[in-house]
């Protein structure tokens, strides 16, 4: 049975009508004017450490749960994500992964979970580009405790942010690579060369770039060295608090759009109401102005920003189009995760995630999602049908 739908493509802003089982069929000019909703592939998010009050770092979090969270994500657009472990107790990181591998093979729409991104323990112990990481877990690269994560994970660990600061970074980098595991650098204060042979050991992606950062930092370093080389993509968290609007606008041209990624790295208080939460061993602190800090400090604690507010965001600060805000949010990301079948955008055999959304001024507001074909929200009345055809 085929579904249908129509709207004016993001990546041509031509009306088309699309037909999908769980893969795109056919995507054709529409004749007449559609209504002013748009259509573009589902968000892609490469780093959501928690959302809508669960924490995909605690063993614990319950598959119901996790469910409920992934619901949440889908009125935000995000159709596949990755959810991220951070730096921890070793056996703790490898409970959650295996709690997230569980929840990804039992749960209706746990194919949502693309795969995981493990975001340290191997990254610098010092404050500032330590972040709000815990100290004492922070540890050297190690390839055996990467085989224990992947056998918890069931082998969908996918992606590594570590610092290239380590002694055997580059050996470890270049293993991790071998087996189709993209490696990321961040929470870094590495030298030039390390940066360089961390790339040349097969590194393709910087996480969070300009955070995770000393806060007074050398006339040249590591955040230059990574903004410099063409070999590396970047992620930003565009939720105008974690960037200085300047930073974000001459990185996007450093890096290009085509090398420029959009993630949330929210955690488990995003779209939650303000107040004190727990993650993990720390307490952090929603705040009204939706920061989310380590609880009576300042130091940032990931974020409450929801993928669709990132594209508004990066469009109203960075002025970049609405057809480059989304690539930065859908095949860009599908490139650098390796996430086969949606590295195309709205094209016949691309699995059929997709996001409806209306452009109300800068912002953009989700009308509809479908995962692999199945409508996963719909934001209801005076939205255009979508009927099977067949
Ligand atoms: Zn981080």
Redesign the pocket.
């Known amino acids: 049975m085929l579904m249908k739908c129509s709207g004016r493509n993001v990546s041509t802003a031509e009306p088309v009508s699309l037909e999908f089982d769980s893969v795109i069929q056919h995507v054709d000019p529409l004749l007449q004017e559609p209504e002013d909703t748009w259509i573009a592939p589902g968000f892609i998010d490469l780093?959501v450490n928690g959302f809508a009050g669960v924490d995909y770092n605690a063993p614990e979090a319950a598959h119901e749960e996790i469910a409920r969270s992934i619901q949440a994500m889908f009125s935000t657009g995000v159709t596949r994500f990755f959810p991220t472990v951070?730096t921890g107790d070793p056996a703790r990181m490898a409970a959650a992964l295996r709690n997230l591998a569980d929840a990804r093979e039992t749960l209706e729409n746990g194919a949502a979970m693309e795969a995981f991104h493990v975001?340290g323990p191997h990254i610098s112990p010092e404050d500032g580009p330590r972040?709000a990481?815990p100290r004492q877990w922070v540890r050297p690269p190690d390839l055996d405790e990467f085989r224990r994560w992947q056998d918890a994970a069931r082998g969908n660990v996918r992606l590594v942010?570590l610092s290239p600061e380590w002694p055997g970074a580059a050996r470890y980098i270049e293993q991790l690579t071998n087996e189709g595991v993209v490696v990321s650098i961040?929470?870094t204060s590495a030298s030039r060369d390390q940066i360089e042979d961390a790339i040349r050991a097969g590194a393709t992606l910087s996480?969070?770039l300009g955070?995770?950062a000393h806060a007074t930092l050398a006339k040249f370093n590591y955040i230059f060295d990574q903004l410099a080389a063409d070999r590396l993509a970047a992620s930003f968290i565009v939720d105008g608090i974690h960037l200085a609007d300047n930073f974000l606008r001459v990185a996007l041209r450093a890096k290009g759009i085509e090398r420029s990624i959009l993630v949330t790295?929210a955690v488990m208080p995003a779209m939650c109401e303000p107040g004190l939460y727990r993650l993990g061993e720390v307490e952090v602190e929603l705040k009204q102005d939706h920061r989310v800090v380590l609880r009576g400090g300042t130091r940032l604690a990931?974020s409450s920003l929801r993928m669709d507010q990132a594209i508004s965001n990066v469009m109203r600060i960075a002025g970049v189009t609405l057809t480059e805000a989304i690539a930065m949010a859908t095949i860009n990301p599908a490139r650098l995760g390796r996430i086969v079948s949606r590295q195309r955008g709205l094209r016949g055999g691309e699995r059929a995630d997709i996001a409806r959304f209306r452009r109300i001024n800068q912002r953009i507001e989700i009308v509809e999602a479908y995962l692999g074909g199945r409508r996963v929200f719909f934001a209801g009345r005076d939205s255009s049908p979508t009927a099977p055809i067949l």
């Open positions: 780093q951070i975001e972040g990481h942010t961040g929470h996480t969070h955070n995770g790295d990931g």
